[in-house]
């Protein structure tokens, strides 16, 4: 069964950037969909940014447009997010997923494997 490992989050200051990354076990990784959600303290998690499997097409949140960019790489198993003009409202907890479908899924319940979560915090 699929592993998801998520890493590269971490403080930095408003306006700054980051990238995190999220790396899958299993060999059907470029089968399949890749997303981003967030969880802030006493928030619902939400809808971040979405690739499928062959990186044609993307999708992102209104909040995060122009600033944040979803890649992957598929012979390293690997998804990313770039981060750039980091705002305080960007602060949560980003959990990567998986969805057993090649194209993109917007919603929670599309995806069928979670990461641990990663912490990402923007001072001001």
Known sequence: QVQLVESGGGLVQAGGSL??????????????????????????????????????????????????TISRDNAKNTVYL????????????????EREKCGTGLQENAYDAWGQGTQVTVSS
Request: with cysteine.
């Open 19 to 68: 990238r995190l990354s999220c790396a899958a076990s299993g060999r059907t990784f470029s089968n399949y969909a890749m997303g981003w959600f967030r969880q802030a303290p006493g928030k619902e998690r939400e809808f971040v940014a979405a690739i499928n499997c062959n990186g044609g097409n993307t999708y992102y949140a209104d909040s995060v447009k122009g600033r944040f």
């Open 82 to 97: 770039q981060m750039n003009s980091l705002k305080p409202e960007d602060t949560a907890n980003y959990y990567c997923a």
